[in-house]
Every structure is written in structure tokens, then in C-alpha cells.
């Protein structure tokens, strides 16, 4: 992992293997979530350093879903991966889907360029705080977050 204002403070686990590692954990803690009967969970994590939101919903073989609480180790795992997955001149993801199926499994998906979705407003300043935090090069600030930047007054 190349110098960086989080790498050694945030990630416990550096560079690629590192993310296998986190992956790997948080793919373990998600898998005891699903219930007998059930097909796979799908964790959505939408995060900043300030506030981050998860959600996780466990699919029957019929396709619908049921809400779950997922152990809240969880979140620690999906902010070390953000962390880890930092790199200089592109920052992190804001938003990522994490399935994992009860055969055992685990596809992610990662948005490091589109405006998360949240159930909830945040304050703008959230996102001057994860770009102190996460910078990027001013060609990988997405339009939107610079709106965001320049509503917090930055």
C-alpha cells in the first residue's frame, strides 16, 4: 500500500491480502446470519468516516427477502476495508453490496464514483470529512461531491 494519510492508523491488515483477509471475516460473519431455509443475505453498507449506514436483508429460495441483524463486527470489517482498499489519487468507495449465499459464496461490489444512497439525510460536511480522510485527485472528485464539498462551504 503506498504512504497514506490512513494506511497504517485505520487497516490492520494492509494491501491486497489484506482485503482477502477482511473479506474473508466479514464474509463469515455475514454467512452465521443466514437462517436455515434461507438462500443468502445481502449486506448494503453507504459509509463516510462520520456516519455510515448498512442495511441486511436474507433471501429465501423463493426470492423475498426478511430483514436481519447482522453482528456489528460487521461494520468495523466494511470501514477497515474501505481503509484498505484507499489509494492515492482515487480515494475509497462510499457504497458496497456484499452477497453471500448459504452454499458459501461471497460476491462484492464496490462504488467509489456515484452519490451513495442513503435512508436518511446527511450533512454535507460528512463528505468534506471523508475526502480529509479518503483524498482524491480533483479529476476523481465526482460532480456531486463536489456539489457536497461546496454546500458545507468548503
Known sequence: MPDSPIGAELSEYPGVLGQRIILEKLGKILYSSIPIGFDSVLFRVSATVPVGQVTARVARVDGTYVSVLVDEAADRYTDE??????????????SAEF????????????????????????????????????????????????RQVELAGG
Open 99 to 146: 452477497t453471500v449465499t448459504a452454499a458459501g459464496s461471497l460476491h462484492s461490489t464496490f462504488n467509489y464514483d456515484d452519490e451513495p444512497s442513503w435512508d436518511f439525510p446527511i450533512d454535507p460536511s460528512c463528505y468534506v470529512q471523508d475526502l480529509e480522510r479518503f483524498p482524491r485527485s480533483a479529476q476523481h472528485i465526482p460532480e456531486w461531491l463536489r
Open 81 to 94: 476495508l474501505r481503509a484498505n482498499m484507499w489509494r492515492e489519487d482515487l480515494g475509497t468507495w462510499f
